[in-house]
């Protein structure tokens, strides 16, 4: 297909749609790029390597200019990636799915600067698709719609340009120049507003699919998670530091709803995961023995004995709260970020979680574990009892312990500073209690806290803390209190989980994210079970201001999406059609009670202007006329534009020689026929001049289609400007 326009400094349209199709294809790449991106899946070097060649090849597109890579260089380089993939995949990033996308970046790069078949186009678009799939499974984040959203702009305009492209270069007769100076904005214009009006209706019809098509089963790739700091720091085995890993990252792992405290945020809860019961010197370890649990119209009820307490004391102790108005029951509803764990957390004490959930189990220690290997922990609800045994109630705790404590006294070879430590803490204090909260308050106000973590791993970690650093995180002081509490003969545990958050008041959740990892102590007192301590000292927190407020906006707009897209169930779906249902009930229920209500005013009202209508009716006459006038006008609106616009064409001819050519002939075409002269839709313009029958007419007729075509095929704007003179020609003649 020829590019060379027919006048100079005209681009023609063939060369047009191929500059517009490059630059398309471009940018539906690099789309593209920035969807993965966005994720925060990738490594640097893949993230400054790829988009430094793709912003060189924009650079080269702005300035017009081409480098292509030798076909001789592309498959060697291609054999040689294909063993960097294997050494990656194997060494590297030791992940499928991490070098699977350095190897799509790979052919992206190779593929922009190869560019030389229809196919190798074809095959970057391809590509272009599979960074967008692959962020699809690196991210659930709200960012990715609007990072698709405009994948799915560029998409459009770059598939539409391609089968234009594809179909002018395969046709067997070309389209002539038109001689429009503006030809190639004018498809760039119709393409601006197609393709934006083409991707709404595609988003707005996979929205109506997705809310609407039945869910037969939720979490398909739900279940698909990561190995990271975040499963190993929150697993049954826990090494000194991992909770510090995590603490260093501000990222969201759930959103935290408590029934009746949607405005206040009012509490500053621990947020239970694993406790760790054995401890080697070096890292805390828990025998997972599993206690299955089953759902009972959708909810597991958690045992009590979990807590270390009887269920009879449970049931009493439940019985006298609620005689005395001081029920502590909290009910709330977790929405969990895809973090790689199947541990449930929790408020201590949970005594029922609910969810979509096939199987449940909890262990001795009250960790709750989700069993379901086709669905990932994501959206559940839960009650606890936050309820805490008083300081009295716990000095007077019996001192024999039962059976199940010998497990949780268990010590390793310890630096016989750190028995001597803990006795001299505790003093002189008579009972468990009082010396669990000395060794607290010790460790609170005579160390520091700190998430820089020793270059080298000391030989004993905890007596480096404990006499030599003396700084450390939540681990360090949780595992010295647990092991200080068993030299002491009281038995404790380490829990691993999240405390407090952040509230976000816009949603009426607790936002929490990695940063609020923590690690604290449970000590056993006979007869009130497990007693929560906390040694590490606090942080200082405040209402957000500033950017911190444009986060929880963010933020707000991120947890919608992650429950109503993501998260996305028939169970949602039974929420909006009961909402769409009760919606539509009270709005017919408020529409009747206004009806009702207004009732008698609205027929005063008539009759009041019924009064004034026969009192002044010429006025109400030239209302109502004025009235009927403006609907008419309105009604009548784009009739009236395409009106002024071929007025405006008729004074001015040379503004758009095209439509004016067009509008003139189909002028002269009604005149004709009704002196007898039709033109049938088979003839051209030229024949139909040519079988007139009377010379004079014929005679003008054949001037004015001359300067018709002229002006409608060659853009020319002075036959155009002649087209009124000589339609008044043509009209005279045939009325003659």
């Not at 990252?249 to 405005?263: C, F, L, Q, T």
């Not at 189990?361 to 290997?373: F, K, L, P």
């Amino acid at each position: 297909m020829s590019t060379i326009s027919t006048q100079p400094g005209i681009i023609s349209l063939p060369h047009a749609i191929d500059k517009y199709f490059q630059l398309s294809l471009y940018l539906l790449v690099l789309t593209g790029f920035a969807t993965i991106a966005s994720t925060g899946g990738l490594d640097l070097p893949s993230v400054i390597l790829a988009g430094g060649a793709l912003a060189f090849r924009g650079y080269l597109l702005a300035r017009r200019r081409s480098v292509v890579i030798s076909e001789r260089w592309t498959t060697p380089l291609t054999i040689a990636y294909l063993l960097f993939y294997a050494c990656d995949y194997f060494l590297l990033s030791r992940s499928f799915l991490t070098a699977t996308v350095h190897l799509v970046l790979f052919a992206v790069v190779v593929r922009t600067f190869s560019l030389r078949r229809e196919r190798d186009y074809t095959m970057l678009a391809i590509l272009a698709f599979l960074m967008v799939l692959a962020s699809a499974v690196l991210t659930v984040d709200s960012v990715f719609l609007l990072c698709f959203a405009g994948f799915m702009l560029m998409a459009v305009a770059t598939f539409v340009l391609m089968e234009m492209r594809r179909s002018g270069r395969s046709a067997e007769f070309q389209a002539g120049h038109s001689g429009d100076p503006q030809e190639h904005r004018h498809l760039a214009f119709s393409l601006a507003r197609t393709a934006p009006a083409l991707m709404a209706m595609i988003l707005a019809g996979a929205a109506a699919v997705f809310f609407l098509l039945p869910r037969m089963s939720a979490g398909y790739l739900g279940g698909y998670s990561f190995g990271n700091d975040f499963s190993s720091g929150f697993s049954d085995h826990v090494q000194l530091g991992q909770i510090g890993q995590i603490q260093l990252s501000n990222a969201v792992v759930m959103h935290i709803a408590i029934e009746g405290d949607e405005k206040q945020g009012g509490y500053d809860l621990l947020w239970r995961g694993v406790a760790l019961a054995s401890f080697d010197g070096r890292s805390w370890s828990n025998p997972r023995d599993q206690y299955w649990l089953r759902p009972v119209e959708g909810k597991f009820t958690v045992p009590a004995f979990t807590q270390g307490v009887m269920p009879t004391y449970t049931a009493q102790k439940v019985a006298l709260e609620r005689a005395l108005g001081q029920h502590t029951m909290i009910h709330y509803r977790v929405l969990m970020e895809p973090i790689g764990t199947n541990v449930f957390f929790v408020a201590p004490w949970a005594r029922s979680v609910q969810g979509a959930y096939r199987a449940l189990s909890v262990d001795a220690g009250g960790a709750i574990y989700d069993e379901d290997n086709q669905r990932a922990v994501s959206l559940y609800s839960a009650d606890s009892d936050i309820a805490r045994p008083s300081p009295a109630e716990l000095r007077n705790a019996a001192p024999e312990l039962p059976r199940l404590a010998a497990g949780y006294l268990q010590l390793p070879t310890l630096d016989a500073r750190i028995p001597r430590l803990a006795a001299q803490t505790a003093g002189s204090a008579s009972n468990n209690y009082d010396k669990a909260v000395a060794l607290e308050v010790y460790l609170k106000t005579h160390y520091g806290y700190t998430l820089q973590l020793p270059r080298s791993a000391p030989a004993d970690p905890l007596a480096n803390f404990l006499f030599e650093r003396r700084q450390g995180h939540c681990e360090y002081f949780a595992s010295a209190m647990a092991v200080m509490l068993r030299t002491l003969s009281i038995p404790s545990r380490v829990v691993t989980g999240f405390h407090g958050g952040e509230f976000n008041d816009l949603t009426g959740n607790y936002v929490v994210r990695a940063k609020d990892a923590h690690a604290w102590v449970e000590a056993y007192f006979p007869g009130y079970g497990w007693v929560t301590f906390d040694p590490t000292p606090g942080a200082a927190g405040g209402a957000a201001e500033g950017w911190g407020r444009l986060r929880l906006y963010l933020d707000a707009a991120a947890s919608f999406w992650r429950e109503w897209v993501i998260s996305y169930d028939s169970s949602h779906q039974y929420v909006l059609g009961a909402a769409a249902l009760s919606g539509t009930r009270n709005l017919w229920e408020r529409a009747r009670r206004w009806g009702h209500m207004h009732y008698a005013g609205m027929l005063n009202w008539a009759r009041r202007s019924r009064r004034r209508m026969q009192q002044s009716p010429g006025e109400w006459l030239g209302a109502g006329c004025a009235g009927l006038v403006a609907v008419m006008l309105l009604g009548n609106a784009s009739r009236i534009l395409r009106m002024m616009r071929r007025r405006g064409l008729r004074a001015h001819p040379e503004r758009s020689p095209e439509q004016a050519a067009a509008m003139w002939y189909e002028r002269m075409s009604r005149t004709l026929a009704r002196h007898g002269m039709q033109k049938p839709a088979a003839q051209t313009a030229q024949e139909f001049a040519r079988v007139i029958e009377d010379e004079p007419l014929r005679s003008r007729v054949g001037r004015f289609t001359e300067a018709y075509e002229s002006a409608r095929f060659g853009n020319c704007a002075e036959d155009a400007q002649r087209l009124p003179e000589l339609y008044e020609e043509v009209e005279l003649a045939a009325k003659k």
